[in-house]
């Protein structure tokens, strides 16, 4: 047989984290089976640990411990350590991309030093029901009370589906029954009555609905935010452009996914066209009103007039404010 010591010199000599499985083979000579070799692991371990000086052996409940020869070289060990933290940043970062702001809510804390910041509203009326959610979506049909209005209080059963975030709020998605039958219903977070845990009540005796495979993709498809009007159809959206910035910036932030270019922006004429086929909702009316009057939509629908009415109810109010202000000054 080799040197014990031998061994370890050569084995610490590939700056590589070793194994005691790998040292009892070379102290052999040949490979050791699996039986035999975990005797043999555990008796030369003890035996090395009695020397200070020689090894400190790492995870010793199994054969995929490693050890460091305190008296020769220490790299290996150390490069595993580097190797193992910097695979912990790379799952923290990953988990920091995917949960934005929301990595405090599961693991406790967030990193000063990320590199990706996903936009969070941190103040957000029970965004920790985020967390508390997320145990029982797709598996258990809960209760709660849900305040819509000022004073209509309401007890919801459902079966949870799919959390989502648009614009910085959150939704809960799942089937509630109506007359019997299973019908999609989206509820704000910041309205979920919500002080302690038990407050999501769950109902671990219901037999849970599940949504066909792909479902919510398909929900979402035709639609800008989270609103799905019912009785609704598609239809398509002719959206004018009169500033390049903002021609620009349809450009590389579509407002959906159909949005196509039908004319390039003139800068003479300063003008430009998108077109866009979706289901009409109110977060379509407030993204295109955010633009103000850099864009203007064309056509003959009920959404035009949507879209006109909220205007002029604007000019209403900021011809009030204008009057208070002339008031005030006199």
Known sequence: MKDLWAVLDEKASTEKFITLEEIVNDYYGKKIPRSYSTSESNRMKTFLNRNKDAIEYKNGRSLDGGFRYKKGFEYF????????????????????????????????????????????????????????????????VISFQYQQGYENLMEITMHPHLLKEYNSRWFLFGYVIENELPKVVNFS????????????????QQEFIRVPQNFYQEYFKDIVGVT??????????????????????????????????????????????????VIPN???????????????????????????????????????????RVITDA
Request: hydrophobic share 35%; with cysteine; proline share 2%.
């Open 228 to 277: 799905r009007p019912e009785g609704e159809n598609v239809q398509t959206i002719i959206i004018r452009t009169t500033d390049f910035k903002v021609h620009h910036l349809l450009l590389t932030k579509p407002i959906h996914s159909s949005q196509k270019e039908t004319v390039p922006f003139d800068i003479n004429n300063k003008e430009g066209e998108f077109a866009i086929t």
């Open 77 to 140: 060990h150390q490069q595993l350590d580097e190797e193992k933290s910097l695979s912990r940043m790379n799952e923290d970062s990953q988990k920091l991309f995917l949960t934005g702001g929301l990595q405090m809510l599961f693991d406790g804390n967030t990193s000063m030093n990320h590199l990706i910041e996903l936009e969070c509203v941190s103040e957000l009326q029970n965004l920790c029901l985020v967390k508390v959610l997320a145990k029982h979506i797709g598996k258990r």
């Open 189 to 204: 977070l910041d309205r979920i009555v919500y002080r302690k845990e038990s407050d999501i009540h769950v109902h671990r």
């Open 282 to 324: 109110i977060e379509l009316q407030t993204r295109l009103l955010s633009y103000g009057p850099g864009i203007y939509v064309t056509g003959d629908s009920s959404f035009l007039q949507q879209l006109k009415d909220a205007v002029a109810k604007m000019e209403v109010l900021y011809d009030k404010v204008k009057s208070h």
